[in-house]
């Protein structure tokens, strides 16, 4: 069996199976400057984030200021391809930190074959399992590997790159939606700060304990109506929101109330189905922006 522990209090136990050029978009944003935290002053490398689109799913590439590699979801099980050409295309064969932000299909469906076909370093995965076979597919595939699952919970730090700061919010409560249930990771470089959401909701936005003032805002539940609420937006306040959604879907997201609320704050809104990946990079200042298309 795959095992699976708490990195809060080490217990371990088991758990049940704007300028175009060629092509791109470059724009460039000061940050908000007010995220300051104690770092290594010795980096002087830059912050990665790619938002690779996935369509109606979820996938993140985080390269760090050191050169270490965070994978947050990896979509549904077809988007594996791209995905792997995305970590080739930056030469990764080693992701030193895999982030499962929920059991759902279109967050962990390309995740065993990541998990297969990539060195890995830590797994952080929240406290609730599925029964759903692609879930148990990924257990199987972390067991087989002989990984160990770190739970994803309120107040968990991440330590993989002294320039970072890497602090989950939420969970910070118990939820039968698998939705509130997401491993939310808030990353500060310097002075700008991201907010990694899943798909939580309302309801667990209401429970963060955390200051989640950011300037970029990976849009909850790809920009659906049950989450992004007016509080939850007006204490993030981020400078650009990404919305990571496919193009024409069936549950039209992303919600025009929230579009709205996001143009209220006066955010920038990026959508993958319109931008295709989306990658922000960051000298712990300024913000630069790469759209696909």
Do not use: C, W
């Not at 522990?5 to 724009?27: D, E, H, P, Q, V």
């Not at 007006?234 to 069936?250: E, Y």
């Amino acid at each position: 069996m795959a095992k699976k522990k708490r990195t809060s209090n080490g217990l371990s136990y088991l758990i049940i199976i704007a300028f175009i050029l060629g092509g791109y978009l470059f724009i460039t944003l000061p940050s908000k400057g007010q995220h300051q935290e104690p770092i290594s002053d010795s980096v002087k490398s830059e912050l990665t984030v790619e938002f690779i689109d996935v369509g109606q799913g979820d996938s993140i590439l985080i390269m760090t200021p050191n050169k270490k590699t965070i994978l947050i979801d990896a979509g549904e099980s077809g988007n594996y391809e791209k995905i792997k050409d995305t970590l080739y295309k930056y030469n990764i064969n080693k992701i030193d930190a895999v982030i499962a932000t929920h059991p759902h299909a279109d967050h962990i469906g390309g995740m065993e074959q990541i998990i297969r076909n990539f060195e890995i370093g830590k797994i952080y995965m929240p406290d609730k399992i599925h029964t759903s076979k692609t879930f148990e597919n990924l257990l199987l595939a972390i067991e087989e590997k002989g990984l160990e699952i770190d739970i994803a919970e309120a107040g968990v730090k991440m330590d993989l790159d002294e320039a970072l700061n890497l602090t989950f919010v939420s969970p910070n409560g118990d939820f039968a939606d698998l939705n509130n249930t997401s491993a939310v990771l808030r990353l500060i470089y310097k002075d700008t700060s991201f907010l990694f959401t899943g798909d939580m909701e309302a309801k667990a936005e209401k429970l963060i304990d955390a200051n989640i003032d950011v300037d970029v805002l990976k849009v909850g539940h790809h920009g659906s109506d049950t989450s992004s609420s007016k509080e939850f937006l007006d204490k993030a306040s981020p400078q650009i929101a990404v919305i990571s959604v496919g193009k024409d879907n069936k549950y039209n997201h992303p919600s025009s109330e929230v579009i709205k609320r996001l143009n209220n704050i006066g955010a920038k809104i990026l959508r993958t189905d319109e931008s295709g990946n989306i990658t922000i990079t960051s000298d712990g200042v300024n913000l630069d922006i790469k759209t696909e298309r």
